[in-house]
């Protein structure tokens, strides 16, 4: 502790708060002969533990055990280093630049290490992109009420008291939502919608087959079949366990539709 420290100017730019991102930056603020003054990370949404509060209920996504919320909060990186809530949308490599979409704004950068992580990418497949992660110009379009899991803005949008909640627990008029995937993120956006006062004979569960999203060309390729698993896990290990949960949700109200494909979005007067 009472040795000096090397001070390293050098701008390291981490994109994406993935478990990789999260422990390259606690394994160089580790090192106890270095003291980093210029480390940023881009962090679309932020930092995972920023936009929840202390009960775990209000999850609307699984998170990885890596790092739970209080080791999140223990790292202190809020403090120790440079954190933007935006999205890298493209790279000057001439230049050592990453293009940011807010406003073109640039960050320039001596070490680059991406860790975005795997992220859904269904709605755009389909011509469309959630609403907050609308970049202009690049072809898609978003309609109200159609959101992906993986959007940085996803407890802005559902947040309670927020236009989209009121709606969906609307006594009077109630309005009915469809969440579509087979991961655990599925499980946990039904029961964060439950928790905010959303009754479960409103939320239908279509659940799509393992090889439902693959092109043709890869259906008998047998390297894409050995990475499958990983790139489109199963939402618990064991069957029994699937069954036990699925069950508990159909007994309370929900709906489960199985081995069902998403071919098309249509939109009302309203979009």
């Known amino acids: 502790m009472s040795e000096p420290k090397i001070v390293k100017n050098s ?3 981490v994109v994406g708060a993935s478990d990789t991102g999260i422990s390259f930056i606690e ?16 962090a679309p949404g932020g930092l995972p ?3 929840l509060g202390e009960d775990r209920k209000h999850n609307l996504k699984s998170y990885s055990t890596s790092y739970t919320q209080q080791e999140l909060k223990r790292l202190m990186l809020e403090t120790r280093v440079r954190v933007i809530n935006s999205r890298m949308v493209d790279i000057d490599r001439s230049d050592k630049n990453i293009i940011l979409d807010d406003d073109n704004k640039i960050i320039p950068y001596d070490t680059l290490v991406l860790a975005m992580g795997l992220q859904d990418k269904t709605l755009q497949s389909l011509g469309y992109t959630s ?16 959101i992906s899991v993986d959007d940085p803005k996803l407890y802005e949008h559902l947040r309670q008291g927020g236009v989209l909640m009121n709606a969906l627990t609307n006594r009077r008029k109630p309005q009915n939502c469809v969440i579509y995937g087979r991961s655990l993120h599925a499980y946990c ?13 409103q939320i239908t569960l279509i659940i799509p087959g393992a090889t439902c999203h693959l092109n043709e060309a890869y259906d008998e390729e047998e390297e894409m079949m050995k990475d499958l698993p990983f790139i489109n896990p199963e ?14 949700l159909e007994k309370k109200g929900v709906r489960i539709v199985r081995n069902a494909l998403l071919m098309q979005v249509m939109e009302d007067e309203e979009r």
């Open 27 to 42: 394994a160089l603020l580790s090192i106890s002969y270095l003291q980093f003054t210029n480390i940023v990370l881009i």
């Open 235 to 248: 939402a618990f290990e064991s069957e029994y366990i699937e069954e036990k949960i699925q069950g508990i």
């Open 49 to 51: 533990h920023t936009n």
């Open 131 to 146: 609403r907050g992660i609308l970049v202009p110009g690049n072809g898609k379009k978003y309609v109200d009420g159609l």
């Open 11 to 13: 701008r390291i730019v």
């Open 189 to 201: 956006c039904i029961k964060g919608l439950l928790h905010r006062g959303m009754r479960p004979e």
